[in-house]
């Protein structure tokens, strides 16, 4: 059984950073791709960025492209969004996912990743 947990959400002011964590199990963790997306109050989920298996291929959102970094470890099966510059619009709970099939690309699609987190709130104050 796949399981994904992320950690390391909460309140931070305009400008600040969070590291975001999110640990697997049930899994190859290194076999698969990882996503994260968000979901701000009262609209759809939104991809942020992906990583490969290897962690040498990203894929980011233009909100968040060079500000926010993913990466992973596979020696500890947790993939981490650093989030940096934080604004107001990126508030938001945000999901970990990893990708339906093995050696796949990094993608901005919902429908790539069959296993979800059950999210973490970030919340940026201005």
């Known amino acids: 059984q796949v399981q994904l947990v992320e950690s390391g959400g909460g309140v931070v002011q305009a400008g600040g950073s969070l590291r975001l964590s999110c640990a697997a199990s049930?899994?190859?963790?290194?076999?698969?791709?990882m996503g994260w997306f968000r979901q701000a109050p009262g609209k759809e989920r939104d991809f942020v960025a992906a990583?490969?298996?290897?962690?040498?291929?990203?894929y980011y959102s233009d909100p968040v492209k060079d500000r926010f970094t993913i990466s992973r470890d596979n020696a500890k099966n947790t993939v981490y969004l650093h989030m940096n510059s934080l604004k107001s619009e990126d508030t938001a709970v945000y999901y970990c996912a990893m990708a339906h099939w093995e050696w796949g690309a990094p993608s901005n699609r919902q429908n790539d990743y069959g296993y979800w987190g059950q999210g973490t709130q970030v919340t940026v104050s201005s």
């Open positions: 049930g899994r190859t963790f290194s076999n698969y791709a």
């Open positions: 990583i490969n298996r290897n962690g040498d291929s990203r």
